[in-house]
């Protein structure tokens, strides 16, 4: 299963990000992959408005994991970027967020790839400039029929 769209500026990045939350629910995993600046944490922007987050969205960076309340469900947003793989991410004990009542959005998932579980959405986002197409490889607990209905409701472009 491959779904394909594209979007055409940051803000329809975020519009995407707040239809999807539409379809998101307590235990819902987001792997995100990308270059640098390619629009992983504008998506989350996105979804955090969405879900009537109250705290400004920003990359975790350096701190690994940031949360989000305010909203109908907590947003744990992570950026494994900087750790080693796997088993830093288990020593860390963040694989406990899997298991609280939130939404988990991970920048750099192939970072922990092997940690993530079976029903992750994994999302690839590329492109330049304005322009990201968005390849989602695993629909995860969202469904991709609900991922086709967020990217035409925000006006993306479905390949």
């Known amino acids: 299963m491959k779904i394909s769209f594209k979007t055409d500026s940051s803000e329809q990045t975020e519009r995407f990000g707040e239809a999807l939350s539409k379809y998101l629910e307590a235990g819902t995993i987001i792997a995100l992959d990308g270059d640098l600046g390619a629009g992983k944490t504008c998506l989350t922007r996105g979804i955090a408005r969405g879900i009537g987050a109250t705290t400004l969205v920003a990359s975790p960076t350096f701190t690994i994991v940031n949360e989000y309340e305010g909203g109908r469900l907590m947003l744990y947003h992570f950026d494994t970027y900087r750790l080693s793989g796997e088993d830093d991410f288990y020593a860390s004990g963040l694989d406990e967020y899997f298991m609280k009542d939130g939404i988990c959005v991970i920048e750099w ?4 790839e ?32 609900n991922i086709i209905k967020a990217a035409s409701e925000a006006g993306c472009i479905v390949l």
């Open 114 to 145: 092997g940690a993530l579980p079976s029903d992750t959405m994994k999302m690839k986002i590329s492109g330049n400039g304005d322009e990201r197409q968005f390849d989602i490889t695993e629909a995860g607990k969202v469904g991709g029929e």
């Open 109 to 112: 998932g192939e970072v922990i």
